[in-house]
């Protein structure tokens, strides 16, 4: 069986003509790196609708273009082809495989069409230099080693096909001696190499395009096991929502935080995954749904542990900015928070007693005031000096004297209520804040319990010290100065010391600020360790 000729050259002619403007477009949707490659192959397919016009067009038109110029185009076609396998596969590029067989053919075409005319010599030459090209394309695939892979096993067996039929119609033609009476004659070597042009094009570029798309799937495949494997490693919430609020991706991250396994994450809904934590976190989803940017901060309590937590949610737009998920990025501020804290206690505490400090205690002072104004509740300060500490330090050593220091904030502690703030705000000196006492009385009494608490001596290492302190005492109901106050707790503390020390005593009321009624207050009984004096003056310890 035979076919038409001219009919099998015109269906190649524009098979390749679709195939090749079709790769014109389609190149469009690939990376610049495979660009060189798809653009040689292309142009290859290109000049075979050319190519084929012109041979179907002998007898029409002169002998160099249906003769000459047709076959060096197949050539340069093909070189093309091989070329963009070799591009492909990471050689490097050569121009003088892709010139050499055009020269070749355009060569061997002029000698056996003018100086010593000769069909069958022409025929065995072009096909004899095609197909050793197509063979130079399978050869580069084979040495690549990645034959195994269906795209390139397509592409070299249209290689391979295609060759070994060039090649046999160039050897059994020049054996066998025998020359066509015409271009267009049919015989069973001609049909079949006419047959496989013009499906060529079709297997080629179907390989080829197979073997970038591996590619381009290789690639984003690496890239996203490099993704994975970042966003897997990172102490940070990574994941995606759909429109649903269901997880379309999360990282390793999130199952370890949860202790869920994170291949179960996927697919399901944040309210499944989360449970009772996606109660807080529903308003900012929302919102984000909605094209909102939503960042914000959250504490929750993981597996018993508090955690602190810095969320953004950002929504998924689409091309026409139309929202399609939200993506989710959680991290975990849990030691910046409590260093934070930690930080803001040591800001607001005595290093050495963990007392709060006198930074503290002033700022608490000024807010229990404020409070007081309002609800008109009474507000006591009690100051307290250790009596004769001096020695201890300087017979004993300041280790031992902290040591001592240590011991009498702990027993203050003990005679406090935890709504009360005690303070060391300097050296042996302490400080009682009292809100809402329910009278003056009840301040003599914290005083009384101090003093009590000192009945059993401070220990220390192999020493034993009977320690004792002073203590005034300064009250304000409604609305009060701090420094009046604190001045009353202080002339308290002086009449104390006064008076023989290891007592206590309320000191004299200040001046009434405009507005206060402090003189209104009933009096404690006076001290039991003597008469009060109303002189200001530097204590004496």
Not at 134 to 155: E, F, K, N, P
Request: glycine letters at 8%.
């Amino acid at each position: 069986m035979t076919l038409d000729i001219r009919t099998t050259i015109t269906v190649a002619a524009v098979l390749a003509l679709i195939i090749g403007a079709s790769l014109r477009f389609v190149m469009r949707d690939y990376p610049p790196r495979m660009l060189p490659s798809m653009r040689l192959w292309a142009l290859g397919t290109l000049s075979l609708p050319t190519a084929w016009m012109l041979y179907a067009l002998r007898g029409e038109i002169a002998d160099l273009l249906s003769i000459v110029v047709a076959n060096s185009l197949l050539g340069l076609a093909f070189a093309l082809q091989v070329e963009s396998i070799r591009i492909f596969v990471g050689r490097p590029r050569s121009r003088a495989l892709v010139v050499a067989p055009v020269a070749a053919i355009a060569a061997f075409e002029c000698a056996f069409t003018y100086a010593l005319p000769s069909m069958r010599l022409r025929g065995v030459m072009v096909s004899a230099i095609i197909g050793a090209q197509l063979a130079t394309g399978v050869w580069t695939l084979v040495v690549d080693g990645r034959l195994r892979r269906r795209s390139r096993m397509l592409t070299a067996v249209a290689f391979a096909a295609m060759s070994f039929t060039l090649l046999s119609r160039a050897t059994i033609e020049m054996v066998s001696g025998f020359d066509l009476p015409g271009p267009f004659a049919p015989s069973f070597m001609q049909s079949v190499s006419f047959a496989l042009g013009s499906v060529f094009p079709i297997a080629g570029t179907l390989g080829f395009l197979l073997m970038c798309n591996e590619r381009l799937n290789d690639s984003l495949a690496r890239k996203e096991r490099h993704l994975r494997a970042i966003t897997d490693n990172l102490p940070t919430v990574v994941a995606h929502v759909d429109t649903k609020r269901r997880f379309t991706f999360a990282n390793a991250y999130l199952g370890r935080l949860l202790d869920i396994a994170p291949g179960s994450i996927v697919g399901r809904s944040m309210g499944e995954v989360l449970g009772p934590l996606d109660a807080g976190l529903q308003a900012h989803v929302a919102a984000a749904l909605r094209g909102d940017t939503v960042t914000f901060e959250t504490e929750c309590d993981i597996r018993g542990e508090r955690r602190y937590f810095e969320a953004s949610y950002v929504p998924d737009l689409d091309a026409d900015q139309r929202v399609r998920g939200v993506f989710v990025l959680i991290v975990d501020i849990t030691r910046l928070t409590l260093a934070k804290q930690r930080l803001a206690r040591l800001a607001e505490s005595d290093v050495l007693t963990g007392l709060a400090n006198r930074k503290k205690f002033d700022d608490s002072l000024v807010v229990a005031l404020a409070r007081a104004a309002r609800s008109g509740g009474l507000v006591g300060v009690l100051y307290i000096d250790l009596d004769r500490f001096k020695p201890i330090n300087d017979t004993h050593g300041h280790a031992v004297g902290d040591a001592v220091l240590r011991e009498f904030a702990r027993r203050i502690l003990g005679c406090t209520r935890e709504s009360d703030l005690a303070a060391r705000i300097g050296g042996d000196e302490f400080a009682v804040l009292v809100e809402n006492a329910t009278s003056v009385q009840a301040l003599e009494i914290v005083a009384q319990k101090l003093l009590a608490s000192l009945d059993d001596d401070v220990v220390v290492e192999q020493f034993a010290f009977k320690v004792k302190a002073s203590i005034g005492i300064g009250f304000t109901q409604g609305r009060a100065d701090a420094k009046a106050l604190l001045q009353m707790a202080d002339q308290g503390l002086y009449q104390a010391k006064s008076a023989g020390r290891h007592g206590y005593c309320v000191g004299p009321l200040p001046p009434s600020p405009v507005g206060a009624d402090v003189r209104s207050l009933p009096r404690s009984p006076r001290s039991p360790n003597g008469p009060a004096s109303t002189s200001p003056s530097r204590r004496h310890r």
